[in-house]
């Protein structure tokens, strides 16, 4: 089983309406409730294989917005321990997939603005975007048998965008962003300067907070 459907939205707390919370929740957390909990009497007799699709969102905190969008994915994360650990007596494994800025739909507005991709790309440390592909191979491992020993674990595919954290991150002033809850793009069109990893300080353990604020 892979629970992959969600929607995305770039408000903060303070902009997030309650009708926005509850849908991006529903989606985003019980749909994959839902969908595990029908698999899983299924699988009991056999084993099977559930892998949840969070995101770089559930692992790490955006002072740039997604607030539901990232309460959602965190959730994701700690649901699919919880099927993990409840159900490894039945062979029935669990793992989530977290990535990072991937070209898909959910975030075509910065992927068709040549200016904003070319800021995304230059944010990863492996200094490129991530495709569908990269994320599809993922799952596909923690799906087979290749992964049979693999269960309650967090896979990250995000260029290394969580492996540090931007030093200069603490001068940049986010208030225009905050109090609109906008993201990115927005931030460009507020002229709100945001730095590239080409001119930036990589501190390692510490999460990223600017380069893991997209799905």
Not at 21 to 35: A, C, R, S, T, Y
Not at 189 to 211: D, F, H, T, W
Request: negative net charge; glycine residues 10%; charged residues 20%.
């Amino acid at each position: 089983l892979i629970n992959n459907a969600a929607i995305y939205s770039r408000n903060g707390v303070e902009t997030t309406t309650e009708e926005e919370w509850n849908d991006i929740m529903n989606i985003n957390v019980k749909g994959p409730f839902l969908g595990s909990r029908l698999a899983i009497p299924f699988m009991k007799s056999g084993g099977g294989s559930i892998v949840n699709i969070s995101s770089v969102g559930g692992l790490v905190g955006s002072p740039l917005g997604a607030a539901a969008y990232s309460a959602s994915k965190g959730a994701i994360r700690l649901l699919t321990k919880s099927i993990a650990i409840q159900y490894a007596k039945n062979n029935i494994r669990c793992n989530s997939v977290h990535p990072g800025t991937i070209d898909t739909d959910m975030i075509k507005d910065a992927m068709d603005d040549p200016i904003l991709y070319e800021d995304r790309r230059k944010r990863i440390p492996m200094l490129k975007i991530g495709s569908v592909d990269d994320v599809a191979y993922g799952v596909l491992y923690l799906a087979s048998d290749e992964s049979s020993f693999v269960t309650g674990a967090e896979l990250v595919i995000d260029g290394g965008s969580t492996d540090g954290t931007i030093e200069e991150v603490k001068k940049l002033d986010f208030k225009i962003i905050q109090q609109k809850g906008k993201g990115l793009g927005d931030a460009y069109r507020e002229g709100v300067k945001i730095p590239s990893s080409e001119n930036l300080i990589y501190n390692s353990p510490q999460p990223n907070p600017i380069a893991g604020d997209t799905p």
